[in-house]
C-alpha cells in the first residue's frame, strides 16, 4: 500500500511536532475535559460538511466565489446576539454584492463560531518588566495581562464549544429565519451608498436594483431567495479540541471534524509533516492552509500530497497571504507547480496578513490601500496565467471599530485609539468591509 493510502486514525498526530500548543499544567484536567467534549453532540452534520465540499469544487472552477469573513479572535466578552447579528448582516451585504459582480453564487463562510484559539509569534510577553505567557485566544487563556489570566485552562475549551454553538444555532436562526432575505439586504446595500463617502458604488447599486426590479417582473419567487447557507469555519489550531470533536459519520462511516464545516491550517503550523497536517489529513471537511510569501513550491506540492493525494474537488484550498508588496513575483511560481502538478484546488486570497504594520502610536494595523493593492494583486496573477481566483478571506467586524486606516471614511493614525478593540489583528470595520465587496465585485465584472 502507497503511504498515501494508508488508513488514517483520528489520533495519527499524535507522534508528530505539534507547534503553537498551550503548556497546561494539569493533564489530568486536560484529559477530563477532552473526555467530556468527545461524549458531547456534533456542532455540525456531515451532511452539510459534503455541500460544503459540493460548492468548493465549483468555487474551484469559476463556477462559485467564495466569502470568508469574520473577527481575526472571537472573544467570548464579545459572543452576544447584536455581535453576531451585525457580522453575519456585513457577510450577507458583502456576499449580494459579489454574486451581481461575479455573475456566480458566493460560498459564504464565516470566521465564526469557533475561532477561538491563536497561534502566537512569541511564547511570552513582557510589559513594565513583567514577563507572562502570551494569550492565546479564549478557548485557551484570558486577555488580561495578569498571572492567573494567562495560565492556559482546559475548561476554556468546553466554555468555547459551548458559544460556538449558540453562535452557530443564532446564524441558523438567522440564516433561515428570514433576516438573510435578498431584498432587505440589498436595501441595506442601498443605506451604504447612499453615504456621499460611498458615491462612487452608486451607479452599481443601481444597477443591482434594476436586476431585482428585472428579477420581480419576470416572476422570480423572492420568497425562495429568504433563506441562504451560511458555513462555519475556523483555524485548526487547538489539537486536542479538533481531536476531541473528530466523529464518524454514521451513513459513510467516515471522520468528520464536527467543530466547523470547514478547518484551515495556519501559516504558522502547516508543515507538511507535522501534527496539524497530520489531523485534518484524517478528516473528510474541506481544509484549507494559508501560504505566506517564503513557501516554496516543493512545500506546496507535499502539502497537497498530505491534505489531497488523489486530488479530491473541493478538498482542499490554499489561502495565499503574500503581502502586496510581494503577490505578484511568488503567487505565480506557486500556481504554475499546481497547475503542473494537475491536482485541483481553490485559491483564495488573505490581503490582512502579509500586510499588517505598527503605527507610531504603537497599535498594530492594515492600511485598507495596501490590502486593496494585494486583491488586485492576486485577481492580475490569476488573470495573466488563466487560473481560478476563488474567493477573498478577510477579517472584519459588524461594527464601527477603528483598526485599519484609510477607507472612505480616511480612518487616520490619531483615530486609531477611538475604537481599538480587537484582541489581536486589526479587522475591517462595517463599511470597510463593504467597500472591499463593491471594489471586488467590480473586478470579478472585469
Ligand atoms: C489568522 O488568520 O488570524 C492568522 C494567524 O493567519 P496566518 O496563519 O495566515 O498568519
Ligand atoms: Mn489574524
Known amino acids: 500500500m502507497n503511504e498515501l493510502d494508508a488508513p488514517r486514525t483520528p489520533a495519527s498526530w499524535r507522534d508528530r511536532p505539534a507547534a503553537q500548543q498551550p503548556s497546561y499544567p ?6 477530563e475535559v477532552a473526555a467530556d467534549l468527545r461524549s458531547r453532540p456534533p456542532l455540525v452534520f456531515a451532511g452539510e460538511v459534503d455541500s460544503l465540499r459540493q460548492q468548493m469544487a465549483k468555487a474551484e472552477r469559476g463556477d462559485a466565489f467564495v466569502l470568508m469573513g469574520g473577527d481575526c479572535a472571537e472573544s ?49 510577553e513582557t510589559r513594565d518588566g513583567i514577563t507572562l505567557p502570551s494569550y492565546r485566544g479564549d478557548s485557551v487563556n484570558g486577555h488580561p495581562f495578569t498571572p492567573e489570566a494567562r495560565v492556559p485552562d482546559p475548561q476554556r475549551m468546553l466554555d468555547a464549544y459551548l458559544r460556538a454553538g449558540t453562535t452557530l444555532n443564532l446564524i441558523r436562526s438567522f440564516t433561515m429565519g428570514g433576516y438573510a432575505d435578498l ?95 497530520a489531523l485534518l489529513a484524517g478528516v473528510h471537511n474541506p481544509v484549507g492552509v494559508k501560504v505566506g510569501p517564503t513557501t516554496t513550491p516543493e512545500e506546496l506540492l507535499s502539502l497537497i500530497d498530505h491534505l489531497n493525494p488523489h486530488g479530491e474537488a473541493g478538498r482542499l484550498t490554499v489561502i495565499t497571504r503574500m503581502g502586496a508588496e510581494r503577490i505578484r513575483d511568488v503567487l505565480p511560481v506557486l500556481i504554475e507547480a499546481v497547475r503542473a502538478d494537475g491536482r485541483p484546488l481553490t485559491w483564495v486570497a488573505d490581503p490582512m496578513h502579509g500586510n499588517t504594520i505598527t503605527a507610531e502610536t504603537g497599535y498594530k494595523t492594515r492600511e ?38 484609510g477607507g472612505g471614511e480616511h480612518i487616520d493614525v490619531e483615530r486609531l485609539a477611538e475604537r481599538y478593540e480587537t484582541l489581536v489583528d486589526p479587522r475591517l470595520n462595517h463599511q470597510q468591509s463593504l467597500e472591499i465587496a463593491f471594489e471586488v465585485a467590480e473586478m470579478l465584472r472585469g
Open 183 to 277: 431584498r432587505e439586504v440589498h436595501s441595506w446595500n442601498r443605506g451604504f451608498t447612499a453615504n456621499p463617502a460611498y458615491k462612487r458604488f452608486e451607479s452599481f447599486a443601481e444597477e443591482i436594483d434594476r436586476a431585482m426590479r428585472f428579477m420581480a417582473a419576470a416572476g422570480v419567487d423572492f420568497d425562495a431567495l429568504r433563506q441562504v447557507d451560511f458555513y462555519a469555519s475556523h483555524e485548526a489550531l487547538l489539537l486536542e479540541y479538533e481531536d476531541a470533536m473528530t466523529r464518524e459519520d454514521s451513513r459513510s462511516g467516515r471522520l468528520y471534524d464536527t467543530s466547523a464545516h470547514m478547518l484551515w491550517i495556519g501559516e504558522r503550523t502547516r508543515g507538511a509533516e507535522d501534527a496539524h497536517v
Open 76 to 124: 467570548f466578552r464579545d459572543n452576544t446576539a447584536t455581535n453576531i447579528r451585525l457580522k453575519l448582516q456585513t457577510i450577507l451585504q458583502m456576499a449580494a454584492v459579489l454574486t451581481y459582480g461575479a455573475s456566480t453564487p458566493v460560498v459564504k463562510i464565516g470566521r465564526m463560531a469557533g475561532q477561538y484559539a491563536k497561534p502566537r509569534s512569541a511564547d511570552t
Open 26 to 31: 494539569d493533564a489530568d484536567r486536560l484529559a
Open 368 to 405: 485598507f490601500d495596501t490590502i486593496m493593492d494585494e486583491v488586485r494583486g492576486f485577481f492580475e496573477v490569476h488573470r495573466c496565467l488563466g487560473t481560478v481566483p476563488g474567493g477573498i478571506h478577510v477579517e472584519l467586524t459588524g461594527d464601527d471599530v477603528t483598526e485599519v486606516l
